[in-house]
């Protein structure tokens, strides 16, 4: 069966151009063809038919081969074009084949025609299928771009030599360089700015590995991107990397193993604040105890006794025992507060004597003090100590000398300082501040500071108790502290405390009383403690002073002693926690039969088991224990009389 081929002739020779058919039907071709010898002819043939080969000869009246093969060009043909000549010079072939004629024929050699364009035609038909795969190869990149611009992950493609030849949207987003610029730029090099990390991951994106591995990438505006990538290497070389975003995630899990280590050590320092409040009750009997009975043996001797000496030390070390707890006792906030409207620039001023003599000459004391500074509701007595614990802390960390800066001011925190610091809370606050030019703290330690008996000092040189009595008032004020120092660098405490509507202040009374004030006048007192050791103490010193003393261990045996009384008893004084009821509820059955009973509360528990609220409640006089012969003798006195 004969091959079809559409041939366009250009040539002005009709006999010629039958030579070029019968030689296509020769070589067992069926021939459909046309001649033209002008361009407008060869315009409207190229647009009328489609061919599969052009046939031209050189020179003609009306045209050339060179014309025909400008208006192919134009028309973006891609067939075979040959010169069919009777003369063309050497020199004006190798110029047509330069200008793209793919050959030329003698016309006195017609035979070599056909197998040319055999030649030619296999070619074109190659030419096509590539340029029919380019087009699909770009079809499908042009898909595969797109999907991979939808995807919500980095997806690049670097060829084996380290260019980047692919990348979605989603890794420009992220990294900042725009599609022109990254193509044009050594991105590695961008990316990873330290030569040593920019190797480590040139070998991981050269490895078959698909692990996903963490990188930290340098961004356009300089930033850190956080994220992942693993990576898939194809047998040609080629890198496919994929890369997840987690800079949020990394900071979130940041920020949970920050509040993490925040609540583990409030649940620490609540644990420790609990058992200080559990110890306190029984510690602060056995002080009463030994303060009571030191105080009776030194009332019985001569200082010139030999025990006098020895007496006075048991005193002096319970009385400094009894500091000690009551320093944990601040700490753990379970020491009973009497608030009051205070102005902290007011207490600082009226400190600073005390605070010149507990520092010493070699540091000076710098005062910036808000002259119009916001009221809080504060305990007088705490907030002293809470000053004198942190300049005492300053000094002790400058021990050649220095500075210390105290400072208070009215702050507004808003919403972006409680997202940094998720203890604190919206409003509006003062900001107590000490600041010091001393040895400064690392990280370690800054997480300690607060805990009771941490020490950075040696042994025999403090207690470790000071920041954790700061810590334990600021908390029970309903306020925080925050910690800023580097080594070498000093430290500053700031003490926040809420603003109060208040304007009560606070003034101190002082009022002189003589011990000879403090004596009995032969009045009958109820006793009431189930510590044997206590009531044993009291009686005698109560007895001693002029009073009566029944004693009793218990509400009931309390109770019973009342009603054979029959109403002659002046005052109870009673423990509030007892073994069947409380001191409390004794009170008010008491009181009941005689409603001008005197009541004097005492207790060694600081936390709610003392029922402090009530007592204010009530107002009902109370004495804490550990209390000394002194001080329990006043408040009997100023009891009866009130």
């Known amino acids: 069966m004969d091959k079809p081929i559409h041939v366009l002739i250009v040539e002005d020779s009709e006999n010629d151009a039958l030579l070029i058919v019968r030689e296509f039907r020769r070589s067992g071709y069926d021939v459909t063809y046309e001649r033209v010898d002008t361009s407008e002819a060869m315009e409207a043939a190229i647009n009328q038919q489609k061919w599969d080969v052009i046939l031209s000869d050189h020179s003609m009246p009306h045209f050339s081969s060179f014309g025909a093969l400008e208006l192919v060009k134009k028309t973006g043909l891609d067939l075979p074009f040959i010169i069919v000549s009777g003369s063309i010079g050497e020199e004006t072939a190798v110029a047509a084949m330069k200008a793209g004629v793919h050959d030329y024929i003698m016309k006195d050699n017609l035979p070599r025609l056909v197998p040319a364009i055999g030649r030619e035609l296999r070619e074109a038909e190659i030419r096509s299928e590539r340029k029919r795969a380019e087009e699909s190869l770009k079809d ?10 939808n995807i919500p992950v980095m997806i690049t493609m670097y060829d084996a030599k380290g260019e980047m ?3 979605n949207k989603e890794f420009v987003r992220l990294v900042g360089w725009t599609d022109e610029e990254a193509r044009h730029l050594d991105l590695m090099e961008k990316f990873y700015p330290d030569p040593g990390y920019r190797k480590m991951a040139w070998e991981y994106m050269m490895s078959a590995t698909m692990d996903w591995r963490e990188f930290e990438v340098t961004t356009r505006e ?28 990394k900071r979130a899990e940041e920020e949970r193993e920050k509040m993490q280590a925040q609540l583990i050590q409030a649940q620490k320092m609540e644990s420790i604040g609990t058992l200080a409040g559990g110890v306190a009750h029984d510690f602060n009997n056995l002080l009463t105890t030994i303060q009571g009975y030191a105080q009776l043996g030194l009332m019985s001797m001569k200082e010139e006794e030999p025990l006098y000496e020895n007496l006075k030390e048991i005193l002096q070390a319970s009385q400094r025992a009894a500091s000690l707890t009551r320093q944990l006792l601040l700490f753990s906030r379970k020491q009973p507060m009497e608030p009051f409207a205070l102005n902290l620039s007011d207490t600082v001023n009226n400190l600073m004597k005390m605070l010149k003599r507990l520092i010493g000459e070699n540091i000076a004391v710098e005062t910036h003090l808000e002259p119009n500074l916001w009221i809080v509701k504060a305990d007088p007595g705490n907030m002293e100590q809470v000053i004198m614990n942190l300049v005492v802390n300053a000094r002790d960390a400058m021990p050649e000398g220095g500075k210390i800066t105290i400072k208070t001011e009215n702050v507004d925190i808003d919403k972006g300082y409680c997202d940094i610091y998720n203890y ?9 501040s000490v600041e010091d030019t001393g040895i400064g703290m690392d990280k370690e330690i800054i997480q300690h500071i607060f805990e009771p008996f941490f020490t950075t000092k040696g042994v025999g040189k403090g207690t470790g108790l000071g920041l954790s009595v700061v810590y334990g008032i600021v908390k029970q004020h309903e306020g925080w502290i925050n910690v800023y120092s580097e080594p070498g660098q000093g430290s500053i405490f700031k003490v926040y405390l809420p603003v109060s509507s208040e304007e009560t202040k606070y003034e101190t009374k002082r009022e002189v009383i003589s011990i000879q004030d403090f004596q009995g006048k032969g009045e009958r007192i109820l006793l009431v403690e189930d510590d044997s050791g206590i009531r044993e103490f009291v009686n005698k010193v109560l007895t001693k002073s002029g009073y009566e003393v029944l004693e009793a261990s218990n509400t009931q045996e309390a109770l019973d002693i009342s009603e054979k009384e029959s109403g002659g008893l002046a005052l109870v004084f009673s423990d509030v926690v007892l073994p069947d009821k409380s001191g409390l509820q004794l009170a008010e059955e008491l009181l009941l ?45 100023e009891v009866l009389d009130k």
């Not at 604190?424 to 107590?432: D, E, T």
């Open 140 to 149: 499908q990149k042009e898909i595969l771009q797109r999907v991979i611009d």
């Open 165 to 167: 030849k692919l990348f």
């Open 222 to 249: 300089g930033g850190i991107l956080e994220s992942i990538w693993s990576n898939v290497r194809l047998p040609d070389g080629t890198q496919i990397g994929i890369g997840i975003d987690v800079t949020e995630r």
């Open 424 to 432: 604190a809370r919206p409003g509006q606050f003062i900001c107590l």
């Open 593 to 637: 039969r005689k409603p001008t009973l005197k009541v004097l509360l005492t207790s060694g528990y600081t936390d709610q088991k003392s029922q402090w609220s009530v007592i204010k409640e009530k107002g009902y006089c109370f004495i804490q224990k550990p209390y000394n012969l002194n001080d329990l003798l006043r408040v009997v006195r």
